[in-house]
Each structure stands twice: as structure tokens, then as C-alpha cells.
């Protein structure tokens, strides 16, 4: 869940985050225009009731109306009570439908943000946090905005409007009907602001239910292995109890809310009866004024208990749009600013000079002074786990910005090249393989949307991973993930690799991709790659040294720091760990043993 802003959070950024929605005033003048129009008329209405009733009673005091007079005072009213349905039909219509648009429009605003920022930002970032702002937060924007907005503006043109009303009438009882109602202002502000932070909580440990029913199902056979069922079953009890309680909580708030509000406006109404009724009586005002009196102190109750909520509703909705507001300041640390260079069409050297690098907030370097030269052909990066290789990737992927030391394409400053025209000439698969949940075939070929289902098939064939699709189902449109098929871990990283070489990108960097496939496998994928590499530059790690000894220059990275480069036979010579690993890998009955 999105953590709580501190409540001294000061109020620039709170301003700043108006501008945000300024603009879509602007974008739907038109509707927001037309649906206060439409709230105006409503209120005219509901305002115009009172004088009507006033009418007939004080007509039929005097005599001056027939019964049949008093069935044209019934048909207007009854003609306003209509205008009421109709235009509020239009302002909910209209207002709630800015609010949706607005909700619509600011979420893709996040969305296509999140998807330039770089990687440093998504650390800072839980997943869980992200989405809060485009749920919850949003939902308070959304809610700000549309309710909230015609329940202020409401607010303010009734009570301006009711009490010219009741001034005209009489300007003393006026004063005194209204001295209870800034109370009732005031608690439900106090109320709803109560009843807000008790829902927080209903819809946090409703999440909590959410994730532990999630996590347990999915780690099932783990609960099975280990017989945690009854604790978790006791676990899933606690939340269920805790939630009741919270829920309760809300509910006797809500139930507080209207008793209190009703108490006030009675108070005033005792009020007004002793007062009023002296009044009449005195005959100071009619009967009529009287009785219209009465209906417009009851039309005050909503405004003033409205400017309460609306208060809660504003803050809360403003401090939902600034929390978004800060993700979407978010510069990524990648940008195109400067990046007037052009990539030429092919690629034939990458140089790396100098090269450090660590991750924000990482305790010492994770590369130290690399310097090193790729041409087209096979580069193999080996070393232990944790020796910088996948950070050596992420450099190339350009997933980082270079800051210190540099690497040159073709003699051109890696920093200077636009982004997008870098991220045409690489392709990528990472460490962990990651797939969407959508078919196979859009999987593989996710990176090149123009290719036809034989080029998709070919390349799974080449990866060999296509007999095995094949055993599917559904072959090539069966979907991945929950409600589809399930992959082993090397099927996932053979989909990865096959998404990426299907791109035939000039620069192919394939962080250890073969961990998790069998040695015959490896074999075939291994001669897919040597030839992949004719052309273009690859680079690949492995903690695995067999696949990797036809590459036609290695690396040997230790500590964040390169300790070796050469050829496969160069390096058994040279290099101590290179020649512990592959020794311990290859002979008999160590095998395949991990080198990390
Ligand atoms: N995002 C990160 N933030 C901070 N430190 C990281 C991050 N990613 C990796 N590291 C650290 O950088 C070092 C190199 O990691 P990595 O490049 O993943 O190694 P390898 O791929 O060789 O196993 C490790 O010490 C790791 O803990
Ligand atoms: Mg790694």
C-alpha cells in the first residue's frame, strides 16, 4: 500500500499538482460547463418549491384559491419536482463523466511515464506502490473531482441562494435559525475525517487478505510439503477478524454520521418553531412564509454537511494527485537531451573505456576501469555470481546511463545517441526470463510486431524450443501464465533468447541464458547463436564455461574488475580461476557442477 504523506507536507507541491488537472478543465470546458448549467437548474427548482407551497397555503388562508385552484399548485410542483429528476440526470451524467474522462486521461499520463522511466526509479518503487496510485489515489482524485466539485459548487450556490430566501422572508429568524449549522459543518468534517482513516484501514487489510490468499495458493505445494496448512488457515483467520473489526468501525461512524447531522437541524428547527410560530402568530409573517421557512432550513442541512465532506474529500484527493504528481516529475536518468548522434546502419565496434560504475546506494563499485574492444563474433563474459556481469549488460542494454568512463559504438559516444535509436540496434534477454501473459507467439515475437508465425517458428526451432510448443494444446496461441500453460525455466529462457535473436538487432546480449537448459539443448542453441554472431556482435555470459569456449574472445570478470581476455585455450593457461572452473565443470563426476 502507498505509504501515508506526512501531514506537514508543505503545500507548493500540493499546488504544483493542480496543474496537472487544469488541463483537462481546459480539454472538457464544455461538458463541466454545461453540467453546472444543468446543477443550476436543478437547484432553481428545488428552490422554487417552497415559494409554490407558500402560495397555495397562504391562497387558502385568505380564500382567494378554490380546491380546483389548489390542483394547478400541485401540477407545478409536481412539474418541478420533474425538472429536478431531469437536470440532475444531466449533471450526473455530464460531471461524472468529466471525472471518468479525467481519471482516463491522468492514468495514462502515469502509464506512458512509467514506461520512459529507467531502472534506478523502479527500485526506489515497490510494484504494490504503483499500483495504489493508479487505483486508490487516482479513485480520490476522481472522486475530488467529479463529486466533490458539484457537491462544492452545489453547496455554495444553495446556502447563497436558501438564505436569500430566508432573508427575504425575515432577516431575524434568518440569524436565528442559523446559529447551530456552522456546528454541523464542523462535524462532518470531524466524522468524515474519522470515517476516511477507518476505511484506509478496511482497504489495507482487505489487500493484505488479497496478497496472503495469492501468495498461498500459488506457493501451495510448498504449504502442502512443509504441513502449514492449519497456520496458514489460522493466519488467513487473523486478518478475516481484523478486517470485521475495521469494517465495524466504519459502520458505526456511518451510523453516527446522519443521527448527529439530523439532531443539529432538528435544534434549529425547535428554534424556529417557538420563534417563528410567535412570529405568525404576531402576524409578523404569514402562515405561508411560515411553513416555506421551515423548507428552506431543511435545504440547508445537505450544504452545510456537503462543505464538511467536500473539505475531506479536497484534501485527500489533493494529496492523492500530488503523491501522482511526483512520479510523474520523475526525470529518467536516461534522456535524449544532447543525443544528436545517428547509429549508423551497421554496427562494428564497441568500445568500452575506462569504465566504472555502481548502482545508487550500492555498498562499494560493481565495475571497476573496464576497458575492451567487441567486434562482430561470440564475446563470452564469465565469473562468479555477483561479479558484475548483469551489470556489464545493463550498461550495454544501456538499461543505466554511462557516468563515469565511456562507451563508444562505432567511435560515438554511447550517451550521445538517441534512445531510441540504440534500443533498434540491441536486443536483450535478460537474466530473468520474463514473459507476458498472452500468447507464445506474441511472446517471441514481441520485439519485431511485423514478423510472420514461419519466421516466429523458425526461430523457436533454432532455439530448440519448437517441438516442444508444439506438445501444447493450443501450439503457438497458447496463452502463458496463470490460465494458461505453465513453462519449466528453461522453456521460459528459450522463449527470451528467441524473442530476442528474432529481432537479428546488430548487438544481441544474452545474460546467462542457457542456466536453466539441458546440455543437448545448449548444444543446438549455442550453434543458433555462432551463427547469429557471423554478423553481428553477441554478447553472453555464463557461469557455465563449456558452451562458451568457441566464443572468439572471453572474459574473465572477478570482483567487478576484468582479469582476463582471450580465447578459450589463452585463458586455461593464464587464468587461475578460469582453469579451477573448468576443470571442476568438466571432469568426470564434477560435470555440470555451478561454478558460482
Ligand atoms: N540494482 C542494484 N542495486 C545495488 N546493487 C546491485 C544491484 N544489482 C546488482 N547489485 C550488486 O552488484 C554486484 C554485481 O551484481 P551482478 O552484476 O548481478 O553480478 P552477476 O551478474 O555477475 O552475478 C553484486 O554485488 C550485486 O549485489
Ligand atoms: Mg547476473
Redesign the pocket.
Known amino acids: 500500500m502507498s505509504p501515508s504523506p506526512p501531514s506537514s507536507a508543505s503545500t507548493t507541491p500540493k499546488i504544483q499538482a493542480l496543474a496537472l488537472i487544469l488541463p483537462l478543465f481546459r480539454r472538457y470546458w464544455l461538458r463541466v460547463f454545461f453540467g453546472i448549467v444543468a446543477l443550476l437548474g436543478v437547484d432553481l427548482c428545488q428552490l422554487l418549491i417552497p415559494r409554490v407551497i407558500k402560495l397555495s397555503i397562504d391562497g387558502l388562508k385568505s380564500g382567494a384559491i378554490l380546491p380546483h385552484g389548489l390542483f394547478r399548485y400541485g401540477l407545478m410542483i409536481v412539474g418541478l419536482a420533474l425538472g429536478v429528476a431531469l437536470f440532475r440526470y444531466f449533471w450526473r451524467n455530464l460531471i461524472l463523466g468529466f471525472s471518468r474522462l479525467l481519471e482516463r486521461d491522468i492514468r495514462e499520463q502515469l502509464f506512458s511515464h512509467l514506461l520512459m522511466l529507467d ?1 534506478t526509479f523502479f ?1 526506489k518503487r515497490t510494484i504494490g506502490e504503483l499500483m495504489a496510485l493508479s487505483s486508490n489515489d487516482l479513485a480520490s482524485v476522481q472522486l475530488a473531482a467529479g463529486m466533490g466539485l458539484i457537491a462544492a459548487i452545489d453547496a455554495i450556490i444553495m446556502t447563497v441562494a436558501v438564505l436569500m430566501f430566508m432573508i427575504y422572508i425575515n432577516p431575524t429568524l434568518t440569524l436565528i435559525a442559523l446559529s447551530p449549522l456552522p456546528l454541523l459543518a464542523l462535524l462532518t468534517k470531524i466524522l468524515s475525517g474519522r470515517l476516511h482513516k477507518r476505511f484506509s484501514l478496511v482497504q489495507e487489510t482487505f489487500s493484505n487478505i488479497t496478497e496472503m490468499a495469492r501468495s498461498t495458493i500459488n506457493a501451495m505445494r510448498l504449504v502442502k510439503i512443509y504441513s502449514r496448512e492449519e497456520e496458514q488457515t489460522a493466519n488467513f483467520d487473523r486478518l478475516g477478524r481484523q478486517y470485521i473489526k475495521h469494517a465495524m468501525r466504519v459502520a458505526i461512524i456511518q451510523g453516527l454520521l446522519f443521527p448527529v447531522s439530523g439532531l443539529v437541524a432538528n435544534g434549529s428547527l425547535l428554534l424556529i418553531v417557538i420563534v417563528g410560530g410567535k412570529m405568525a402568530i404576531d402576524n409578523l409573517i404569514t402562515i405561508g412564509d411560515f411553513i416555506a421557512f421551515i423548507s428552506y432550513l431543511f435545504m440547508l442541512v445537505w450544504p452545510m454537511m456537503a462543505i464538511g465532506w467536500v473539505a475531506n474529500l479536497f484534501q485527500r484527493g489533493l494529496t492523492s494527485l500530488s503523491r501522482i504528481q511526483a512520479v510523474l516529475s520523475e526525470q529518467s536518468l536516461l534522456h535524449d537531451d544532447g543525443c544528436s548522434a545517428t547509429l549508423p546502419a551497421s554496427i562494428n565496434s564497441i568500445e568500452l573505456r575506462a569504465l566504472n560504475f555502481s ?4 555498498q562499494g563499485q ?1 565495475l571497476h576501469d573496464i576497458s575492451l574492444t567487441l567486434t562482430p563474433g561470440l564475446f563470452g563474459l564469465v ?12 550498461l550495454l542494454a544501456r538499461l543505466y546511463p554511462v557516468t563515469e568512463g565511456s562507451i563508444l559504438i562505432n567511435g560515438v559516444d554511447l550517451n550521445r545517441i538517441a534512445i531510441k535509436d540504440y534500443r533498434q540496434a540491441v536486443a536483450y534477454a535478460p ?1 530473468e526470463a520474463f514473459l507476458f501473459a498472452d500468447t507464445i507467439a506474441a511472446n517471441i515475437g514481441f520485439g519485431r510486431p511485423d514478423a510472420t508465425l514461419k519466421e516466429i517458428e523458425a526461430q523457436a526451432e533454432a532455439v530448440g524450443i519448437h517441438d516442444e510448443i508444439m506438445h501444447f494444446k493450443g501450439g503457438y496461441t497458447s496463452k502463458i501464465g496463470e490460465k494458461g500453460v505453465m513453462l519449466s525455466g528453461g522453456q521460459r529462457q528459450r522463449i527470451s533468447l528467441a524473442r530476442a535473436m528474432l529481432t537479428r538487432a546488430p548487438i544481441l546480449i544474452v ?2 541464458g542457457l542456466s536453466a537448459v539441458d546440455a543437448g539443448t545448449e548444444q543446438q542453441i549455442m550453434r543458433a547463436i555462432l551463427e547469429y554472431s557471423q554478423t553481428n556482435i553477441v554478447i553472453m ?1 555464463s557461469h557455465r564455461l563449456a558452451p562458451l569456449a568457441q566464443a572468439a574472445q572471453l572474459a574473465v ?1 572477478e570482483d ?1 574488475r576484468l582479469t582476463a581476455l582471450g580465447q578459450h585455450h589463452e585463458l586455461l593457461a593464464k587464468n587461475d580461476y578460469y582453469r579451477a572452473i573448468y576443470q571442476k565443470q568438466t571432469e568426470p563426476g564434477g560435470g555440470e557442477a555451478d561454478a ?1
Open positions: 531502472r527500485q548502482y545508487s546506494g550500492q560493481g565469473g562468479p555470481t555477483g561479479s558484475g556481469k548483469s551489470t556489464l549488460c545493463h537474466q545474460d546467462d555470459t570478470l567487478g558460482a
